[in-house]
């Protein structure tokens, strides 16, 4: 079978089972499939596959039209300027998630030599990302998840950063090693009796740990603002990714813990994502 009819058929599948991006996934898988890039495949759509291939193809077809997300289909998402490895049991990044990269990188353009701390490392797309940008910051990462600690280790790997990073499986309420310029968290923040609202893909695939905030959304944001205000330094910043319609409850957490509110920020959806603070 050529490409062209395999896609084709992969295409039919796929919107059948109600996958709204069938076209390019199906292209995805089929890059995957073949190794090479997406554009290869469109040029080369007579290109016969051979028949493990067909078989990996349609496999992942198969596994994408019950709504398991591209990022575990092929191990990998792109995140700011780089690949990272993903795998089931680690939040897939989110390009919205990226507006923390352009905010630290913003309000540390002449700053050299920090200390930053990531609370819930997941992939560790952020902190990384922000490491590779600013090669004088150092950095540490916590999970209380292990698969997400091993998987930021290989990222870290990947991007040469091992001599920079380090990582600790722990809650951030038992984390007392050192203090930070800066803390960044894109904690879980949605309410509980939420987590049935979301995406199929979501609910059935990512892992619930990464994305339940407890019955109001903010049980876990609470207990990150709490440990900040002792483990950031008088002037640091803390950088939070928020819900939509937690502004008002997470401003007055940090007031109440001593933080100076500098900005927030909203999303490519003009909904409030991200608060910016500073310990005083």
């Not at 902190?127 to 698969?147: H, P, T, V, W, Y």
């Not at 319609?245 to 109440?256: G, H």
Request: aromatic content about 6%; overall charge positive; glycine content about 6%.
């Amino acid at each position: 079978m050529d490409i062209q009819t395999a896609l084709n058929l992969a295409n039919q599948k796929l919107k059948k089972n109600n996958i709204f991006s069938h076209r390019l996934d199906s292209e995805i898988l089929m890059s995957n499939v073949v190794k090479e890039e997406r554009k290869y495949v469109i040029l080369n759509l007579n290109m016969n596959l051979s028949k493990s291939q067909l078989i990996n193809y349609k496999k992942l077809i198969s596994e994408r039209s019950r709504g398991k997300p591209i990022g575990y289909l092929i191990s990998k998402k792109e995140f700011w300027k780089h690949e990272f490895y993903i795998e089931e049991g680690v939040l897939i990044p989110r390009p919205d998630t990226e507006m923390i990269v352009e905010q630290v990188l913003e309000l540390t353009k002449n700053k050299t030599n920090l200390k930053l701390l990531e609370v819930g490392i997941g992939s560790g797309c952020i902190l990384l990302s922000l490491l590779r940008e600013k090669k004088s910051f150092s950095g540490i990462g916590i999970d209380i998840s292990k698969k997400c600690i091993d998987i930021s280790k290989i990222n870290s790997k990947k991007l040469g950063l091992l001599n920079r990073v380090k990582l600790f499986k722990t809650d951030v309420d038992n984390f007392n090693h050192g203090k930070y310029d800066l803390i960044i968290s894109n904690p879980p923040y949605i309410k509980k009796l939420d987590l049935r609202y979301l995406e199929r893909d979501i609910t059935a695939f990512e892992p619930k740990i990464a994305l339940d905030g407890g019955l109001e959304g903010i049980s876990e944001i609470r207990k990150i603002i709490n440990k900040s205000s002792e483990l950031i330094k008088i002037g640091g910043k803390l950088i939070l990714e928020i819900a939509f319609d937690q502004k008002n409850e997470v401003l007055k957490l940090l007031k109440d813990k001593g933080f100076y509110i500098n900005k927030t920020l909203k999303d490519l959806a003009k909904n409030d994502r991200c608060i910016i603070s500073t310990k005083i």
